[in-house]
């Protein structure tokens, strides 16, 4: 199965830092990789799809971006409602996997 | 436009089959695949199985041994059964369409297996 990791865990940053979630495949999983956000109560949204395509209807300071087998999230100004929990999903093969979500508060 | 919902019991004694229903709407079973997907309280998510638009399915190979998806493409339904639940099977369960630029999901069902 692949696997993959998830960091940092939990993250605590300020109204309009930068902000870097990233996810290690344990293996190539080419760009089956999208990222989601949750909130408290909710179902997951989808943020990112395809590593780097931006969804419908999300804000361009969401980007997605990969190195190999490292794939990230950035949020280029953290806004109010930007905060949740962070996954990433890859589709490469089956079992498909998520990461272990990274919390996102504001300090 | 694009619906899911999932239904089925809230309280599951230990040893006992869950049994859920996925109804959706805005779509057709045979034109697009649906996960299930299932995540315990305070915890992360955990992706449990997929029945393709052929009627076919793949499991989560922890799960394997106790899941079964099925569908009724007449009612538009997609069931998910798991047998010998056990209190850590308590969770909140979600079926979900997942595509290339997409990410449908239902609101979700809370699960709890106690006596």
């Known amino acids: 199965d692949i696997q993959m990791t998830q960091s940092p865990a939990s993250l605590s940053a300020s109204l309009e830092e930068i902000v870097t979630i990233t996810c290690q495949a344990s293996q190539d999983i080419g760009n089956w990789l999208a990222w989601y956000q949750q909130k408290p109560g909710k179902s997951p949204q989808l943020l990112i799809h395809?590593?780097?395509s931006l969804a419908d209807g999300i804000p361009s300071r969401f980007s997605g971006s990969r190195s190999g087998t490292q794939y990230s999230l950035k949020i280029s100004r953290l806004q109010v409602e930007d905060t949740g929990i962070y996954y990433c999903l890859q589709r490469y093969s089956n079992p498909w996997t998520f990461g272990g979500g990274t919390k996102l508060e504001l300090k | 436009q694009v619906q899911l919902k999932e239904s089925g019991p809230g309280l599951v004694q230990p040893s006992q089959t869950l049994s859920l229903t996925c109804t959706v709407s805005?779509?057709?079973?045979?034109?697009?695949?649906v996960s299930w997907v299932r995540q315990p309280p305070g915890k992360g998510l955990e992706w449990m199985g997929v029945?393709?638009?052929?009627?076919?399915?793949a499991y989560n190979s922890l799960l394997k041994s106790r899941l079964s998806i099925s569908r009724d493409t007449s009612k538009s339904q997609v069931f998910l059964k798991m047998n010998s639940l056990q209190t850590e099977d308590t969770a909140t369960y979600y079926c979900a369409r997942f595509g290339i630029r997409e990410g449908y999901w239902g609101q979700g069902v809370m699960v709890t297996v106690s006596s």
């Open positions: 029945i393709w638009t052929g009627g076919s399915t």
């Open positions: 395809s590593a780097t």
């Open positions: 805005g779509f057709s079973l045979t034109s697009y695949h």
